[in-house]
């Protein structure tokens, strides 16, 4: 322990930072695309792999962490950033805990007090610093420093208000006295401040000597992820009364951390706190970092003389990092909307029917504004990843302007949105470069829109993760013609790449996936739901010939081999029965895909068994298919997810130790895994499934993403 005590904090740090990266999912290139094990099943050790698990669980990467804080003083300081990283609300009691610990409003005799404390330590750690290098240190040596400390807050360019620098003595002492909301900088910036102004003063009389930064207690500058995904009222008996008036997610708390959060780069939203979604918290979010420095935006010494109320708040945000994801699925309260479209008029183009209760003042900033967009627009390009997933009561003259602002998105999910074809074609003729998209659902889209934007728009180039998806509620606007082009033209296409597609409800024929598809390599998770007249033979040849890396297919009402429940008005009549569904996947997709070919060899001869012709081991289906596979056949099982979906899994496959092995023995872990969640029939985790049918942001890990909470349901449990 004596030597661990010698380690540089540095090292102390670094160590921490791979602890908490062993608990963070794997990228989308690496991932297993099955369910995380949960357990004791070994170190992981190779990726992609299932089991060992690809990466460990995140209550082991933190509980690791918080034994390492108490193991001594050293520890704790290099383990408490990686805690506060990443902060998911679970609980009301625990979001009003955390509210507290990190905002704790002061008033501004406390900031006085702080500030004291603050130059009071840094003339210590100044002092002590000095006397590594033989300087003396005593009272005289102490008031020197303070003095030269106070005399570089106090310059012109000092972003403390000089009467956070007298005493609290020798102010007007009134304790009874009705005190304003405090207007003073954060406690992070005083804290910033006065450790650069002690460095500087350093560097003058003794250069070359590092003075350490002071100690801030408050853990807001440590969080740079933040998201309600498992946030939950429901449960606690509270009456709609209660819902109504007594919200514990408000947008004045949300608004009250975000402005402790300058580290903050992923945010995540849900419909159960949409209703905290005001204005202000926007605000708070978008407009930090780049996008406070400039952009369009009227700045100190810009040329306007107006007086603008927000200028405070933008010198604020101006050293706050810049948000690089946003996930706001489902998020369609009228307190979002209405925040929206008000941030949306104010920042990005001028609103022509500005009410006329709106005073001189606020009219002239507003077209002193207007007047900057038009010469420099805002635009954010710090933000590379944005998830709008069920957003549907944005209107499209509002969605194409604030999808447009971000000229850096590398990821997009517009699914069930209201774009239309001219945001489309805008976002082709943008700075974006995609590499997953998601417009799945999107009933304004023209096939042709569609067909433009994939083959000529520079900004769908580098896809590598496509959905498509329409079902029988809401097909696809693709016709046979369109889909060619695309299938024959795209790049996203042509160069191979794709590891995720899903042309589900899309007019796919013969022709077009074994004439003039070109092969997919890559492509790892398929889907092809919805396609009444499409064969299995056709698909089955497909995968064999182009496609025999995929391991997940969606085949939901496909072929008339398996769509033997079709029957009702307009819909004909059954084309088969449950047992020729069941006998026609078995003889057409399982055996020629999944099994391995057969082999006569002599006894005395060492027996090399070759592999299966492709990688397919699951298989999503119907409820009736599923319904009419009973209980499955061999190592096939059915596992269902915690809504209405349903795979049919070989339960003897998956990535062991990087490589994709099939027949693993009865007593191996995954397969015990696999049969566990068999056997519960959909009483599972949210984040039980396969082939996503949400696009995970917040990470980064696009289409292939795992994610449980709402989040997961999204992804896996929903039909649509």
Excluded at 193 to 215: C, F, K, W
Excluded at 220 to 243: K, P, Q
């Amino acid at each position: 322990m004596s030597a661990v005590l010698q380690y540089p904090p540095e090292l102390l740090f670094t160590i921490c930072e791979y602890i908490y990266a062993a608990g963070l999912p794997p990228s989308d290139a690496t991932s297993s695309l099955d369910p995380l094990a949960i357990g004791e099943y070994g170190t992981p050790t190779a990726l992609p792999s299932s089991m060992p698990p690809p990466n460990w669980s995140e209550p082991i990467a933190r509980k690791t962490l918080s034994r390492l804080c108490l193991v001594n003083h050293a520890w704790y300081e290099a383990a408490k950033p990686w805690l506060w990283h990443k902060i998911e609300v679970r609980l009301p009691r625990s979001w009003l805990a955390l509210v507290d610990e990190i905002t704790d409003p002061e008033d501004d005799e406390k900031a006085v007090l702080a500030v004291k404390e603050s130059i009071q330590a840094a003339t210590h750690a100044a002092l002590a610093s000095s006397m590594l290098i033989g300087a003396s240190s005593n009272e005289d040596a102490a008031r020197k420093w303070k003095e030269s400390i106070m005399e570089s807050l106090t310059g012109p360019d000092g972003s403390i208000p000089p009467e956070l620098l007298t005493p609290p003595a020798s102010r007007d002492p009134s304790p009874r006295r009705l005190r304003a909301k405090s207007t003073s900088p954060a406690r992070w910036k005083i804290m910033r401040t006065i450790s650069d102004a002690v460095q500087n003063v350093m560097d003058l009389t003794e250069p070359g000597v590092y003075v350490p930064r002071l100690h801030d207690p408050r853990p807001g500058r440590f969080v740079r992820h933040l998201d309600f995904n498992h946030f939950r009222t429901i449960g606690m008996r509270r009456s709609v009364e209660d819902s109504v008036t007594s919200r514990f997610v408000t947008g004045e708390r949300v608004e009250a951390l975000l402005k402790e959060l300058p580290n903050l780069t992923a945010f995540g939203a849900t419909e159960y706190m949409d209703g905290a979604l005001s204005l202000p918290v926007l605000n708070e979010l978008l407009l930090r970092g780049s996008a406070s420095r400039g952009g369009g935006r009227p700045t100190r010494g810009r040329g306007i003389a107006v007086d603008d109320p927000e200028e405070e708040d933008r010198e604020r945000r101006r050293d706050c990092k810049d948000l690089q994801a946003m996930d706001l699925t489902g998020c369609v309260s009228a307190v979002f909307v209405s925040a929206l479209t008000e941030f949306v008029n104010t920042h990005l183009h001028e609103d022509e029917s500005s009410s006329g209760s709106d005073d001189e003042g606020r009219r002239q900033i507003r077209r002193a504004r207007a007047r900057f967009m038009q010469e420099e627009p805002l635009t954010f390009p710090g933000l590379l990843r944005l998830g709008l997933r069920g957003v549907k009561s944005i209107q499209p003259r509002i969605l194409m302007p604030f999808v447009l602002a971000f000229p850096s998105l590398t990821h997009l999910d517009l699914s069930a949105t209201r774009v239309t074809p001219e945001l489309l074609t805008a976002i082709g003729n943008s700075t974006v470069r995609l590499r997953s998209l998601a417009l799945a659902r999107c009933i304004h889209l023209t096939g042709s829109c569609i067909r433009d934007f994939l083959v000529r728009a520079p900004a769908a180039a580098q896809i590598q993760e496509l959905t498509l998806y329409g079902d029988q509620t809401f097909p696809s606007s693709l016709t046979t013609d369109d889909l060619n082009e695309i299938i024959s033209s795209a790049p996203c296409f042509t160069s191979g790449e794709l590891t995720y597609l899903d042309l589900s409800s899309t007019p796919v024929t013969r022709e077009l996936l074994l004439d003039v598809c070109k092969p997919l390599p890559k492509l790892r998770s398929l889907g092809l739901s919805y396609i009444p007249d499409l064969k299995l033979d056709v698909i089955a040849q497909f995968l064999k010939s182009k496609a025999a890396n995929v391991e997940v297919l969606t085949l939901i009402s496909t072929s008339p081999d398996l769509d033997w429940g079709r029957a009702g008005v307009g819909m004909g009549v059954p084309r088969g029965s449950a047992q020729q569904a069941t006998i026609g996947l078995h003889s057409q997709i399982i055996g020629p895909l999944c099994t391995p070919p057969y082999m006569s060899t002599l006894r005395s001869q060492e027996v090399v068994i070759p592999p299966s012709p492709t990688r397919l081991r699951v298989i999503e289906l119907s409820v009736s298919t599923l319904a009419a596979l009973g209980a499955g056949a061999g190592t096939w099982r059915i596992i269902r997810s915690k809504g209405g979906r349903g795979w049919y899994v070989d339960t003897a496959s998956g990535w062991v130790g990087g490589e994709l092995k099939r027949n693993l023995p009865k007593e191996h872990p995954l397969r015990v895994q696999m049969h566990r969640l068999a056997d519960a029939n959909g009483n599972v985790n949210s984040g039980v499934g396969w082939h996503a049918r949400k696009m995970e942001v917040l990470h980064g890990c696009g289409m292939s993403g795992r994610e449980d909470g709402l989040y997961g349901a999204v992804s896996f449990a929903y039909q649509g």
